[in-house]
């Protein structure tokens, strides 16, 4: 699922959201890569939240060290994602822990949209939304559009932010993933979801240096 759903840039859809896809293509304004300690301290809003309401990307992100020199030093959105992927999907791309983590990363990634569309709309905050937005669009509901029964297991606990993001992930790779937002049974989108009491404008990180 990570080699499928990372993300470099933002298409707009008819139906109203930004779909972000893994085609390689490069920023509009490009930098170097930034050490994740800093990037983790200008995030320290977002990823205060997100450490918060779902702990576990601690827990799995500790798990994936082996002791040496490439361990984490610090919970980055990227690497809550990746850690994640393992733990949230089986073999056949079906999603796991539906009852317990899932609703809650529903909420953060909710919330994450909402930051990554206040960040896209100035360009000199892009590389920012790319980090944004590949935990968000591009990472988790990238993943979890994967196939239909994951979307119908999923759709009680999505906000409308993270529908329509799926709807945009779905109608982007409707050929490849043999199906398309027609064919999915929305009616029950956000039946369980509850939202978090956050101000997006609050969680924006700092601008880099």
Known sequence: LADRCALSL?????????????????????????????????????????????????????????????????????????????????????????DTVWPRILQVVEVAILVSDILWSDEAREAD??????????GFVCDLTESRASIRTLLPWMGPETV??????????????????EDIDWSGAGSSFIGLSVRPLDLVPTPRP
Not at 129 to 138: E, L
């Open 129 to 138: 939304f790319a980090i944004v937005d590949g935990f968000a669009s591009a």
């Open 10 to 98: 933002a298409l707009p859809l008819h139906i109203g959201q930004s779909v972000r896809v893994s085609d390689g293509a490069g920023l509009r304004g490009g930098r170097d890569r930034e050490d994740p300690t800093s990037e983790a301290r200008r995030f320290d809003a977002l990823l205060s939240l997100v450490a918060a309401n779902v702990p576990e990307f601690e827990v799995w992100r500790l798990d994936r060290h082996y002791g040496d020199e490439f361990d984490s030093k610090v919970l980055t959105l990227s690497e809550a994602w990746v850690s994640a992927m393992s733990h949230l999907f089986d073999e056949d791309d079906q999603p796991l822990l539906v």
């Open 164 to 181: 329509a993001a799926a709807q945009g992930e779905v109608e982007q790779h409707s050929r490849s993933r043999g199906f398309g937002v």
